[in-house]
């Protein structure tokens, strides 16, 4: 089997269209369990990133969470990036 490298980039402006971005990630590649949230300003300067884990197929839980960091955050860049089998 092999995988995949799958990316997806948006910028972060509210908390309802950052979960859709979410969901949207979430419904194109169902079968991640591992995604990378990198953070930067509107400007392209890091922010920093985390690696989030999402069990058994918990994707909405998941997504409120990892929607609810990146809110938290100032305002600017996100990028998703995963391996998908």
């Known amino acids: 089997m092999t995988a995949e490298a799958t990316a997806f980039a948006f910028e972060a402006s509210d908390f309802d269209s950052c979960t859709?971005?979410?969901?949207?990630?979430f419904r194109q590649h169902p079968s991640v369990s591992t995604i990378k949230?990198?953070?930067a300003t509107r400007d392209f300067k890091p922010l920093g990133a985390r690696i989030w884990q999402v069990?058994?197929?918990n994707f909405?839980?998941?997504?409120?969470?990892?929607?609810?960091?990146i809110m938290t955050q100032p305002r600017g860049c996100v990028t998703i990036s995963a391996r998908v089998l």
């Open 60 to 69: 909405d839980a998941g997504i409120n969470v990892i929607a609810g960091y």
């Open 20 to 25: 859709a971005n979410l969901r949207e990630f």
């Open 55 to 57: 069990m058994d197929a």
């Open 37 to 39: 949230v990198a953070l």
